[in-house]
């Protein structure tokens, strides 16, 4: 199970940082993830973590935002810096049973409820 908090409302160029608690079983070698998702459009990765703790962003965060995941507090972070109003959506946390992040988010098997991040 996972649980996201941190969001909220916060004017452009202001910061926000998410996390993600998980229980119960979260391997160390297996794949984290951040998603995001505006109404009427799909979900969005944003900062993906593989087995290797190798983290990709998307095109539109880089730079802006970063991951971090510690395994021993089961704890996945993201911090949201410079924010933009086209940020605005609900955040999610995701995992699934593989080293890979790869596959989109159908590839993933268990979510949070989602966190929503609003920037005007």
């Known amino acids: 199970q996972l649980v996201e908090s941190g969001g909220g409302s916060v004017q452009a160029g202001g910061s926000l940082t998410l996390s993600c608690v998980a229980s119960?079983?979260?391997?160390?070698?297996?794949?984290l993830a951040w998603f995001r998702q505006s109404p009427g459009k799909g979900r969005e990765a944003v900062a993906l973590?593989?087995?290797?703790?190798?983290?990709r962003y998307s095109d539109s965060v880089r730079g802006r935002f970063t991951s971090s995941r510690d395994n021993t507090k089961k704890i996945l972070t993201l911090r949201m810096e410079d924010l933009k109003v086209e940020d605005t959506a609900m955040y999610y946390c995701?995992?699934?049973?593989?080293?890979?992040?790869?596959?989109?988010?159908?590839?993933?098997?268990?979510w949070g409820q989602g966190t929503q991040v609003t920037v005007s």
């Open positions: 995701a995992g699934r049973y593989a080293r890979s992040c790869d596959g989109g988010a159908s590839a993933f098997h268990y």
């Open positions: 119960g079983t979260i391997y160390n070698h297996y794949c």
């Open positions: 973590i593989d087995g290797d703790r190798i983290t």
